[in-house]
């Protein structure tokens, strides 16, 4: 910290930014998401990609697991679309399976938002990079990690945060007993969020995880 090169690196970071045409945001801009604001721990910075202003409108999250059934892909679409087209902002991570059906499912009607949990410069899963500039087209792309920064397993826990901490209420379409869905559930209830699950077939694991969100509560 007390290094005379860190200075360098943010000003390199920050010519880099504004070369590929991205925004920071920080904690005292007006532009910070209010409903982020007010969690715990919200991150110093977001490094944003698109329109930033997406990040202060109505916002609901779409997530689940990464390997959903054919059922489940269906339905995050069909929920995102119908949100995304009465004017809500879809929040997903643009991991593979649900999320990513959830933000191609919104783009149809409307606007959604990613939340990375690697740098804009590092796409994860790199097969997204399509759907990376779809959402930089009407919505926006977030993370608060650095640019080049890898996509440790780590950082997706707390990504999660920002998830629910942008949005009104988190919707989990299928989800294991082991799923990160339900950790993001979890962090939605202490940020005072709504908590929504979709119902499954009763004989599948990809149930098990929202059937338990629904006896739970949600």
């Not at 698109?50 to 697991?65: M, N, P, T």
């Not at 690697?118 to 097969?127: A, D, K, M, Q």
């Amino acid at each position: 910290l007390a290094s005379p090169k860190i200075l360098e690196q943010a000003r390199q970071e920050i010519d880099r930014l504004e070369k590929k045409k991205y925004s920071l945001l920080t904690r005292d801009d007006d532009d910070y998401p209010e409903l982020l604001r007010e969690i715990f721990d919200p991150p110093c910075v977001l490094y944003c990609a698109g329109k930033r202003e997406a990040l202060r409108e109505d916002a609901v999250a779409v997530i689940g697991a990464r390997r959903p059934s054919a059922y489940g892909r269906a339905v995050a679409e069909k929920l995102a679309a119908e949100l995304a087209s009465r004017g809500v902002v879809v929040i997903s991570g643009m991991a593979r399976g649900i999320d990513s059906q959830a933000h191609w499912g919104a783009l149809k009607e409307g606007k959604t938002v990613a939340v990375l949990g690697s740098g804009l410069e590092n796409i994860y899963p790199p097969e997204n990079r399509k759907l990376f500039s779809k959402i930089a087209e009407k919505g926006a792309i977030i993370t608060e990690y650095p640019l080049d920064s890898p996509p440790l397993a780590f950082h997706f826990p707390l990504r999660n945060r920002i998830i629910s901490g942008l949005s009104q209420a988190v919707v989990v379409v299928e989800a294991t007993r082991r799923s990160g869905s339900l950790i993001t559930a979890r962090l939605a209830l202490e940020q005072n969020r709504e908590v929504m699950a979709v119902p499954g077939n009763i004989t599948s694991e990809l149930s098990q995880g929202t059937h338990w969100l629904i006896k739970a509560g949600a």
